[in-house]
C-alpha cells in the first residue's frame, strides 16, 4: 500500500504542540536538567486537570464571578464611521478585573497550582500587569507571591508596583543583564530552580517551555470561544478579519486559536516596531528577528549574529521582549497568521484617537492593533466584519503617554 | 547513533588519575574575562598549577542556571569582546603548547545553534575541543546537539541534580560520555552549598548506574570542599570562587590589574593542593 505524502498545508492548525511540545521547529523544552522534573509534573498535572470537569467547573466559576467574563463584544460605532470602511468589533478585555487579558491565565495557572499542592508562586513582569494579575489571584487563595521585575521597569511602572505590594506582593528588583522583562524571566527561572520543592512558576505568556505555550494558550483561548459565540449572535456570522497586538502574544494567541481552522478569516498579528524597524529599536521579533533558543523555547528572537539576545525596544513594556511565542513563530512560517509592525508614533496617535471617539482609554499595547486598522480599515467594504482584542486598559498608560506628549502632570 | 573516535584526552586523563589514585581538579573559567590575552595566559598556566581539565565558559546573555558571579563575568566578557569564533581560537592557541589537557566548552545552546550545530562540531573538534557542557539542552533535546556531537567524537558531558529522580537517571546517563557532572544543589552557581553525605549518597547512586567518572560541581569554594569531594567523587569543579578572584583583581576600568593571572592561578594552586593528599574513598 502506498502511503499518501503529507500536503504542505495542514488540515488544521489546532492540534499543535506534538508531545514534546513542538510546533513545527519551534517550541521545546530547553531548560536545566534541574527544572525538567519540574516542568513535567506541570505537565502531568495540567493533563489530569484538563480531563478533569470539576477543574474546568471551578474555573469558570472564578471567571464568572471573579473575573466578569464573558467580556462583552462591542461595536465600535464611531471609529467604523471614522475609518469609513469594515465594521469594526473590540472584544473587551480591558474590562476585566485587573484591567487586562493577563487574569484569564492567572486564574487557571493559580487553579492549577492549588491542585499541586504549590504554597509559593513565583512570576515575571515586564509593564507590571501580569504581576499585577498573579499577586491578585495570590492574595485571593492565601499564597506567598515572589514577582521579578526588571529594575529599570519599577521606576517606569511605579503604580503597578505600588498595587502588587497592596496585593501583598514581594516585588524584587532585578538587576542582571539588561534589567528588563528578559531578564526578569531568567531571575524567576533561576528562583524555580533554587526553590523546586515548594514553588510554581506562573508564566504569563505563550512562551517559555512546554507546556506553559499550551497552557497558557488554553487558558487564554476563552477570549476567541466567547468573541465567536457573540460574533454568531451579533451578526449571525464569522468574521471576516482578527487583529491583535503581540509581544509574547497571549492575548493574539487567545483570540486566534478558536479560530485558526476557518481559514477564510484572515488574522493579523501586529509587532511593536518601536522607533522603526529599521532603527534596530524594536520588539518585532519575527519582522526583525530569527530562530533561536531562549528561556526554554525555540523560536523568533531579537539576537546578533553571535547568539547573544537583543535588548527590545517598545513604549509600551507589555510589548518590549525580545521573543514572542513558538506557535506564533510557526503560525507565521506556516502562513496561516500574518504578522505586521507598527511603530510607537502610530500606537500614541491611535491611543488619543480610541480615547476621543471611543470614551475607550485603550492600553498602549492594543493602540498597536488599531494603528494596524487605520492603514487597512477604510479599504475593505462596510461589510467586513473585523474583531480587535481590547487586551487592556490605558490608565496605567497615561504617565508614559503624558511624557511622550510633553505633558506634564 | 554510531559514536565517532573522540580526541581521548578525557578518558586518558581519567584512566592515569585513577591509577594514582587522586580525583581530577577541573576549574571554570569565562572566556574573555576581562579579556582573550588575560584569558589566554591563565589557561596556559592552569595545568602547572594544578588543573587536570579545564571548563572554558563560553558568554551567552540570559544564563539561567548562573549565579551572580557567573553572570557579572559574562558582562565583563562581552566588554572583552567574547565570540564564539575567538573562544575557539584561544583554545587552538593553547593547544599549541599543551596537547594533553581536555578543554571543556560549558555555557548554554543558542551560540552554538546561531554558529550552526555541525559547522560548530567540526571546528570545536578541529579546535581541540574535548567536550561541551550545555545547560539548557537536557535528554528531551539530545537530537539537537548532544547526537550529532556524539556523532562527530565531542563528549556530551551531561548534569544530574538533586532532582533528577529514579525515573530519569537512564534517561540522563544514556548519551553521556567523558563523565557525569553531578550538580551538588538544587540551585544556580555560587550560591549555596550541599553538605556532603548528600553529595556522596548522590554519587554513589550515580556509581551504581554508569561506570564514568563523576565529577561535582557547584558550590564548591575552598580547598578543603575541592579536598572532601576530592575523597567522594572522581573530580571537583570550582567555578564562581575562581571567577571572584579575577574580579577582585580587575582596575575600576574593568582591567586587568598587574598580578591577576598569578592570584588566580596561586588559589587554583591552594584549591588542587588538597586533592593531592585526599585518599580516595572507595566508590563501588
Known amino acids: 500500500m502506498r502511503i499518501i505524502p503529507l500536503m504542505n498545508t495542514p488540515n488544521t492548525y489546532r492540534t499543535g504542540p506534538d508531545e514534546f511540545g513542538h510546533f513545527g521547529i519551534f517550541g521545546g523544552r530547553y531548560v536545566a536538567e534541574t527544572l525538567m522534573p519540574l516542568i513535567l509534573e506541570v505537565e502531568r498535572a495540567y493533563d489530569a486537570a484538563k480531563a478533569d470537569p470539576s477543574f474546568q467547573a471551578e474555573l469558570d466559576q472564578f471567571l464568572a464571578q471573579y473575573v466578569g467574563r464573558p467580556s462583552p463584544l462591542y461595536f465600535a460605532e464611531r471609529l467604523t464611521e471614522y475609518f469609513g470602511g469594515a465594521k469594526i468589533y473590540f472584544k473587551r478585555d480591558e474590562l476585566n478585573h485587573t484591567g487586562a487579558h493577563k487574569i484569564n491565565n492567572c486564574m487557571g495557572q493559580i487553579l492549577l497550582a492549588r491542585r499541586m499542592g504549590k504554597k509559593r508562586i513565583i512570576a515575571e513582569t515586564g509593564a507590571g500587569q501580569h504581576g499585577v494579575a498573579t499577586a491578585t489571584v495570590c492574595a485571593r487563595f492565601g499564597l506567598e507571591c515572589v514577582v521579578y521585575m526588571g529594575a529599570t521597569d519599577i521606576e517606569r511602572q511605579a503604580p503597578n508596583v505600588f498595587r502588587m505590594k497592596l496585593l501583598g506582593a514581594k516585588v524584587v528588583p532585578v538587576t542582571s543583564g539588561t534589567a528588563t522583562l528578559k531578564d526578569a524571566m531568567n531571575d524567576a527561572l533561576r528562583d524555580w530552580v533554587s526553590n523546586v520543592n515548594d514553588t510554581y512558576y506562573l508564566i504569563g505568556t505563550v512562551a517559555g517551555p512546554h507546556p506553559y505555550p499550551t497552557m497558557v494558550r488554553d487558558f487564554q483561548a476563552v477570549i476567541g470561544s466567547e468573541a465567536r459565540e457573540q460574533i454568531l449572535a451579533a451578526e449571525g456570522r464569522l468574521p471576516d478579519s482578527l487583529v491583535a497586538c503581540i509581544g509574547g502574544g497571549s492575548n493574539a494567541m487567545g483570540l486566534f486559536h478558536p479560530f485558526l481552522d476557518d481559514t477564510q478569516i484572515r488574522i493579523i498579528g501586529v509587532e511593536a516596531a518601536g522607533h522603526g524597524i529599521e532603527s534596530g529599536k524594536h520588539a518585532a521579533s519575527l519582522t526583525g528577528g530569527k530562530p533561536g533558543v531562549l528561556h526554554g523555547n525555540r523560536t523568533y528572537l531579537l539576537q546578533d549574529d553571535d547568539g547573544q539576545i537583543l535588548d527590545a525596544h517598545s513604549i509600551s513594556a507589555g510589548l518590549d521582549y525580545p521573543g514572542i511565542g513558538p506557535e506564533h513563530s510557526w503560525l507565521n512560517d506556516s502562513g496561516r497568521v500574518e504578522y505586521v509592525s507598527v511603530r510607537d508614533d502610530e500606537a500614541l496617535e491611535m491611543f488619543q484617537l480610541c480615547s476621543s471617539l471611543e470614551g475607550i482609554i485603550p492600553a498602549l499595547e492594543p493602540s498597536h492593533a488599531l494603528a494596524h486598522i487605520k492603514k487597512i480599515a477604510a479599504d475593505l467594504p462596510a461589510e467586513h466584519l473585523m474583531i480587535m482584542n481590547m487586551c487592556g486598559r490605558g490608565d496605567k498608560d497615561v504617565f508614559t503617554v503624558a511624557d511622550a506628549l510633553g505633558v506634564k502632570l | ?284
Not at chain 2, 554558529?115 to 537536557?138: K, R
Not at chain 2, 546537539?145 to 562527530?152: D, G, N, R, T, V
Not at chain 2, 549555596?192 to 550515580?206: M, P
Not at chain 2, 598569578?262 to 588559589?267: G, Q
Request: with cysteine.
Open chain 2, 1 to 284: 547513533m554510531t559514536r565517532g573516535a573522540t580526541s581521548g584526552r578525557i578518558e586518558a586523563r581519567f584512566a592515569s588519575l585513577r591509577e594514582i589514585g587522586r580525583a581530577a581538579f577541573i576549574p571554570f573559567i569565562m572566556a574573555a574575562d576581562p579579556d582573550y590575552k588575560t584569558t589566554l595566559e591563565i589557561l596556559k598556566g592552569l595545568p602547572g598549577a594544578g588543573a587536570d581539565i579545564i571548563e572554558i565558559g563560553v558568554m551567552y546573555s540570559d544564563p539561567m542556571a548562573d549565579g551572580p558571579a557567573i553572570q557579572a563575568a559574562g558582562l565583563r566578557a562581552k566588554t572583552g569582546g567574547a565570540r564564539v569564533t575567538k573562544t575557539l581560537d584561544m583554545v587552538r592557541d593553547f593547544r599549541k603548547e599543551d596537547d594533553t589537557t581536555p578543554i571543556i566548552l560549558m555555557g548554554y545552546y543558542n551560540p552554538i545553534y546561531i554558529y550552526g550545530v555541525q559547522t560548530f562540531l567540526a571546528d570545536a573538534c578541529e579546535a581541540g575541543v574535548d567536550g561541551l557542557i550545555v545547560v539548557d539542552l537536557p535528554p528531551e533535546e539530545d537530537t539537537e546537539l548532544c547526537i550529532p556531537a556524539l556523532e562527530a567524537g565531542m563528549h556530551f558531558i551531561r548534569l544530574a541534580t538533586p532532582t533528577t529522580d529514579d525515573k530519569r537517571i537512564p534517561a540522563v546517563l544514556a548519551n553521556t560520555s567523558g563523565f557525569v557532572y553531578y550538580v551538588a544543589v538544587a540551585g544556580i552557581t555560587g550560591t549555596k552549598s550541599a553538605d556532603k553525605s548528600a553529595i556522596h549518597t548522590a554519587v554513589k547512586h550515580l556509581k551504581r548506574h554508569t561506570d564514568l567518572p563523576v565529577a561535582v560541581g557547584f558550590g564548591i569554594k575552598t580547598p578543603a570542599q575541592v579536598a572532601e569531594i576530592g575523597k567522594i567523587a572522581d573530580a571537583a569543579v570550582v567555578g564562581s570562587a575562581l571567577v571572584d578572584i579575577i574580579e577582585a583583581n580587575l582596575d575600576d576600568n574593568g582591567n586587568a590589574k598587574a598580578g591577576l593571572v598569578n592570584k588566580a592561578l596561586e588559589f587554583v594552586a591552594e584549591l588542587s593542593k588538597g586533592l593531592q593528599s585526599s585518599e580516595k574513598v572507595l566508590l563501588k
